[in-house]
């Protein structure tokens, strides 16, 4: 059955169902996607634009081929869309979903329970834009043990802030998907998670998608995958 969400009147969520549901497969597409690529098994490396071809490629690539033991971390996670959706094709032992207002974690708890999930998940309110160390919460999110870690970020425009930049290139996820608003920020963001320079080990982009939600503006979503080198 079609999962069902709720939004507080000052939240936020895409106007564009059909674009919306693409994201949605192309997140869980994409940690599958990751995590064969961080085994060595080839993928190539290009941009594909999304439409009716490209969904329909996206659908034949299922999540459930990643293990069964995955953890999955949602940061940004508004009203709970991500974690939510990918707590429900039932490949995640456990999913996490961190977010900035209680208003919106509030909303992520209610859909989570709603669409059959809630003993899966968990949703807490955390200091997602912090300059120093991370909060305990998020560092304890990407160090677990004994499961491998996938990350979805699904960040305002003004992207990731270096200090968690930083955290994710420390963590131990084995997936990091990126789904972006703004070109530049994914730009400036993708450069320090990818380099060669900074702490941590580097990840490698292995596919990047533009969604087009909002015909005739300026703007495309973006969804990245990247697994470590």
């Not at 106007?15 to 497969?25: Q, S």
């Not at 961080?38 to 490209?54: C, D, I, K, M, T």
């Not at 869309?81 to 708890?109: H, Q």
């Amino acid at each position: 059955a079609p999962l069902r969400f709720e939004v507080p009147p000052r939240g936020f969520w895409q106007v564009n169902d059909g674009g919306t549901d693409l994201l949605v497969r192309l997140v869980a597409d994409g940690v599958a996607l990751g995590l064969a690529s961080g085994r060595g098994n080839e993928l190539p490396v290009a941009a594909h634009g999304a439409g009716r071809e490209a969904g329909r490629e996206e659908e034949r690539r299922p999540v459930e081929e990643a293990p069964r033991r995955l953890a999955l971390v949602d940061l940004y996670c508004g009203s709970g869309l991500f974690g939510v959706s990918l707590a429900a094709t039932t490949s995640f032992a456990s999913v996490l979903g961190l977010e900035l207002g209680a208003e919106a974690v509030a909303a992520a708890e209610t859909n989570a329970a709603a669409n059959g999930v809630g003993a899966l998940c968990r949703f807490e309110a955390a200091d997602l834009a912090f300059s120093g160390r991370p909060p305990t919460g998020l560092a304890a999110a990407l160090a677990p043990g004994g499961v491998d870690l996938a990350v979805v970020v699904d960040p305002p425009r003004a992207g990731l802030s270096g200090a968690m930049r930083g955290a994710l290139r420390r963590s131990t996820c084995s997936v990091l998907v990126y789904v972006s608003c703004d070109a530049q920020t994914l730009g400036r963001d993708l450069a320090a998670l990818c380099g060669a320079e900074g702490a941590g080990t580097a990840f490698r982009l292995a596919r990047a998608t533009p969604v087009d939600l909002t015909p005739h503006a300026a703007r495309v979503e973006t969804v990245c995958v990247l697994s470590r080198a």
